[in-house]
């Protein structure tokens, strides 16, 4: 199948991109200037042009950003949209958080019906972000679901970039699904939740300082941050980047799937349990934080639960282990000099 990737330099594109290669399908991903595309081609110096292409992409959040990306020859079957800022530094809520998702989600869906008829599929990466209710915190009575949607609202999201990025993500989502439902377009939509996604880097990075922020903090706890108190874990679900790769392939592949959004987690883990395997993996590391340090375990007053049923039986997801998570992790981290 020919499917247009968007965002083909991040984290969790570069682990979709190598798995869609793998499945034989041929593929044309995004990036902000041809200085990323080269990087991505360097990584794949076997696979042809006919397999993999470039599409630029300078900034989402500019209306009909994606007009000209979304036409190919031959033309895309699907389309998986991974492309939006993860980040907190950010200044402007508005401009550096809400409008790259939420314009960049809905343009790519306008540009798609406008310009791309032979799409049957569109995946796009959403978050357990746009599932959460930040305000109730650890909530041991709840068992999150694809049901369930976060209730922020725009006036909270201005308030910081946490909330500001879990509204980019629940606005986004919202969005598209309400696309969906009044252009009642050619392609249908499936959409994929995953919590904190660890595991190994395999685009490129130049220094560690640029990494994603979801594994920062296997990065902070190797450099010796959590040496004497180990901080908050946050949100306690997490899912391996590789099981994530394949739940979007799943995604595009299977017609069962449409229609459908996937909360995709494995389970939970916490701050406690990385520097575990941390310290018990790697010993070479002498700023690691001992067995007893305090801090970054389950709240005493219990937790919700998480619902992973959905995409076990539609998808068939078997989980990696937090274990071989951050060890490969780690040990990809160490090709960038960690
Ligand atoms: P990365 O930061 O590694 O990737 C984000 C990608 O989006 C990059 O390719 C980035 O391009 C691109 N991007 C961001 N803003 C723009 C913009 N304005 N114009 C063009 N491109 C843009 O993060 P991840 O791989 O972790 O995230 C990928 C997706 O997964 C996102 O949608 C994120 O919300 C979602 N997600 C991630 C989770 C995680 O824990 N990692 C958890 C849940 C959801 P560039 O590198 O050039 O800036």
Do not use: M
């Not at 199948?1 to 991903?29: D, P």
């Not at 130049?206 to 922020?213: E, F, G, K, V």
């Not at 706890?221 to 679900?237: L, N, R, Y």
Request: with cysteine; glycine share 6%.
């Amino acid at each position: 199948t020919r499917i247009l990737l968007t965002g083909g330099s991040g984290f969790i594109a570069a682990h979709v991109l190598e798995e869609l290669l793998k499945h034989g399908h041929s593929v044309v991903t995004t990036v902000r200037n041809p200085n990323k595309a080269e990087r991505i081609r360097e990584a794949h110096p076997d696979v042809p042009k006919e397999r993999l292409d470039f599409a630029i992409v300078p900034d989402i959040a500019i209306g009909g950003a994606f007009d000209q990306a979304v036409v190919s020859d031959p033309p895309f079957e699907a389309v998986i949209h991974t492309a939006s800022p993860f980040h907190f530094k950010v200044t402007d809520v508005k401009a550096q958080l809400l409008d790259p998702a939420i314009i960049g989600t809905t343009g790519l869906l306008q540009s798609v019906r406008k310009n791309a008829p032979s799409v049957k599929r569109v995946v796009i990466t959403s978050s357990f972000a746009a599932i959460l209710n930040g305000p109730k915190g650890n909530w041991p009575e709840k068992t999150y679901s694809e049901e369930d949607w976060n209730p922020i609202t725009l006036e909270e999201a201005l308030q910081n970039p946490s909330n500001g990025y879990r509204a980019s993500k629940t606005f986004a989502e919202k969005a598209a699904w309400n696309f969906i439902e009044r252009a009642k377009p050619n392609f249908d939509l499936v959409v994929i939740n995953p919590p904190l996604v660890l595991g190994p880097i395999v685009h490129y990075l130049n220094s560690l300082d640029a990494l994603n922020t979801s594994n920062e903090r296997v990065r902070n706890c190797i450099q010796g941050q959590w040496k004497d108190e180990i901080p908050d874990t946050g949100v306690f679900a997490w899912v391996d980047v590789r099981d994530l790769a394949d739940i979007h392939v799943k995604a595009v592949e299977l017609p069962e799937a449409g229609g459908k959004r996937f909360f995709a987690t494995a389970g939970f883990y916490s701050n406690k349990e990385i520097a575990d395997i941390v310290r018990n993996h790697f010993p070479e590391y002498k700023n690691l934080p001992g067995p007893d340090i305090k801090g970054g375990d389950y709240p005493t007053e219990g937790l919700y639960k998480v619902d992973n049923s959905r995409v076990k039986s539609v998808l068939g997801t078997k989980f990696t282990s937090l274990e071989d998570s951050i060890v490969d992790l780690v040990k990809s981290l160490q090709t960038v000099g960690a």
